[in-house]
C-alpha cells in the first residue's frame, strides 16, 4: 500500500508549486521577447527565490522517505506536467505526438527509479 503520510505528500505539493515559479522564471521571459534581456534576468532570478524557498523544504521534509534520486526524479515528471500545461496555456505553443512519446518515455524511465 502507498505511502500516504505528510512527509510522502508534502515534497509533491511543494515541488508542484516550486515548479510553477520555476517555470516561469526560466520560460515566461519567452512570451516578452521585445524586452532587455538583463530585465528578463532580474526578473527570472526575482521569481526564482520563491521557487527555492518551496524546493529547498520540500526536499529535506521528502528525505524523510524518499532517496534524493527518488526526489530528483519526483521533481523532474512535476516538471514536465508543468510545463506541458505552461507551454500550451502561456506560451500558447502545442504539444506535439513526439512531445507526448518523448515525455511518456522519460515517466517510464522514472518509474524504474521506484522499483523495489
Same mark, same amino acid.
Given at each position: 500500500?502507498?505511502?500516504? $503520510? =505528510?512527509?510522502?505528500?508534502? =515534497? @509533491?505539493?511543494?515541488? $508542484? /508549486? ?11 521571459? /519567452? ?12 526578473? $527570472? ?5 520563491? #521557487?527555492?524557498? /518551496?524546493?529547498? =523544504? ?5 528525505? #524523510? ?8 526524479? @519526483?521533481?523532474?515528471? @512535476?516538471?514536465?506536467?508543468?510545463? $506541458? ?19 511518456? /518515455? ?11
Amino acid at each position: 500500500m502507498p505511502n500516504f $503520510s =505528510p512527509a510522502a505528500l508534502w =515534497p @509533491i505539493l511543494l515541488l $508542484s /508549486l516550486s515548479n510553477v515559479f520555476m517555470t516561469f522564471a526560466w520560460y515566461g521571459h /519567452l512570451k516578452y521577447k521585445t524586452s532587455p534581456l538583463w530585465i528578463a534576468i532580474v526578473a $527570472s532570478w526575482g521569481i526564482a527565490f520563491f #521557487e527555492y524557498c /518551496l524546493a529547498v =523544504p520540500a526536499n529535506r521534509i521528502g528525505a #524523510e522517505v524518499y532517496s534524493a534520486a527518488q526526489l530528483k526524479t @519526483i521533481q523532474e515528471v @512535476i516538471t514536465l506536467i508543468v510545463f $506541458s500545461g505552461f507551454s500550451v496555456f502561456f506560451l500558447k505553443e502545442s504539444l506535439t505526438i513526439n512531445h507526448v512519446i518523448g515525455f511518456a /518515455l522519460i515517466a517510464a524511465g522514472a518509474a524504474f527509479v521506484f522499483r523495489g
